[in-house]
């Protein structure tokens, strides 16, 4: 079992920056692949970005390519996601993920976090 506390969400302008901390609890920590999904407003859950259990190997949706970075500590178990050059669309709910697979539908996890919200507005 793993459980995940997101903090770190709040409102930011256009081209801003937030770092998103994701703590964790649970002794396999370290041998799950760890993510970040965001759901925004009146919309699905979406992929943000994944790391591998060493974070080693990272992945990232396409529309955050380039501008979030997403890293990993085990020994501390924690999970951050930097956030750069944020636009409105980036506005969401977004969720630290344990345990993610990939499936037909794409990725998904087998442990949530309850969310932290950030706002990107003028």
């Known amino acids: 079992q793993v459980q995940l506390v997101e903090s770190g969400g709040g409102s930011v302008q256009p081209g801003g920056s937030l770092r998103l901390s994701c703590a964790a609890s649970g002794r396999a920590f370290g041998s799950y692949a760890v993510g970040w999904f965001r759901q925004p407003p009146g919309k699905s859950r979406e992929f943000v970005a994944r790391?591998?259990?060493?974070?080693?190997?990272?992945d990232y949706a396409d529309s955050v390519q380039g501008r979030f970075t997403i890293s990993r500590d085990n020994a501390k178990k924690m999970v951050y996601l930097q956030m750069n050059s944020l636009k409105p669309e980036d506005t969401a709910v977004y969720l630290c993920?344990?345990?993610?697979?990939?499936?037909?539908?794409?990725?998904?996890?087998?442990?949530w976090g309850q969310g932290t919200q950030v706002i990107v507005s003028s």
């Open positions: 993920a344990a345990s993610m697979r990939l499936t037909a539908g794409g990725y998904d996890a087998d442990y």
């Open positions: 790391a591998s259990f060493s974070g080693g190997r990272t």
